[in-house]
Antibody, heavy 117, light 110 residues
Framework: QVQLQESGPGLVKPSETLSLTCAVSGYSISSGYFSGWIRQPPGKGLEWIGSISHSGTTYYNPSLKSRLTISVDTSKNQFSLNLRSVTAADTAMYYC??????????WGQGILVSVSS | QSALTQPASESGSPGQSITISCTGTSSDIGAYNYVSWYQQHPGKAPKLMIYDVSNRPSGLSNRFSGSKSGNTASLTISGLQAEDEADYYCSSHTSSSSIIFGGGTRLTVL
């Protein structure tokens, strides 16, 4: 069955880089799906971060674009998120997801990342 | 880009039908048939309920349906059940090749 699992540090210091990885099982990233990241600050709504195709074409949230890099490693069937110069406003539950056209049909369980010194 | 506009809350009694609206602009909902709806229970990841305006993922109850008129999309839940109580989010593709979400609607089953 399709599964996605986020991993990475749960605590990041302000001004540093938030790095997360999403390990995929049950399907191949190379089979044409996009891979996406979505976040949700505590008690708030969903915010789309960005997505990447299996060939590396990226689409980013304009408000995060200057700090954001999403990459894919098809050999490991995983994709990653790097968000630079983080502040407390980046504290959120981060979800990875499988994307088809403009919807996310499978989601990871999420990982809570706090930005604090 | 501003979030799509959803009512903060809706409520209904078991067995009733309710409709949640999602209003955008001519650069997102009005321009593309790429509206999705997600259900999120507390402490859980969102679940895709509707994609491409009105399509249900395989195996999903036909009590859930979606539609669109102009810049506004709608999610209708018929035969409301207790387990439908959750937060619902709409999303749309945009003209800047990004995705935008609505602020979310908390559905209460009375």
């Amino acid at each position: 069955q399709v599964q996605l699992q986020e991993s990475g540090p749960g605590l990041v210091k302000p001004s540093e880089t938030l790095s997360l990885t999403c390990a995929v099982s049950g399907y191949s990233i190379s089979s044409g799906y996009f891979s996406g990241w979505i976040r949700q600050p505590p008690g708030k709504g969903l915010e789309w971060i960005g997505s990447i195709s299996h060939s590396g074409t990226t689409y980013y949230n304009p408000s995060l674009k200057s700090r954001l890099t999403i990459s894919v490693d098809t050999s490991k069937n995983q994709f990653s998120l790097n968000l630079r110069s983080v502040t407390a406003a980046d504290t959120a539950m981060y979800y990875c997801a499988r994307d088809q056209r403009s919807s996310s049909d499978y989601w990871g369980q999420g990982i809570l990342v706090s930005v604090s010194s | 880009q501003s979030a799509l506009t959803q009512p903060a809350s809706e409520s209904g009694s078991p067995g009733q039908s309710i409709t949640i609206s999602c209003t955008g602009t001519s650069s997102d909902i009005g321009a593309y048939n790429y509206v999705s709806w997600y259900q999120q229970h507390p402490g859980k990841a969102p679940k895709l309920m509707i994609y491409d305006v009105s399509n249900r993922p395989s195996g999903l109850s036909n009590r859930f349906s979606g539609s669109k008129s102009g810049n506004t999309a709608s999610l209708t839940i018929s035969g409301l059940q207790a387990e439908d109580e959750a937060d619902y989010y709409c999303s749309s593709h945009t003209s800047s090749s990004s995705i935008i979400f609505g602020g979310g609607t908390r559905l209460t089953v009375l």
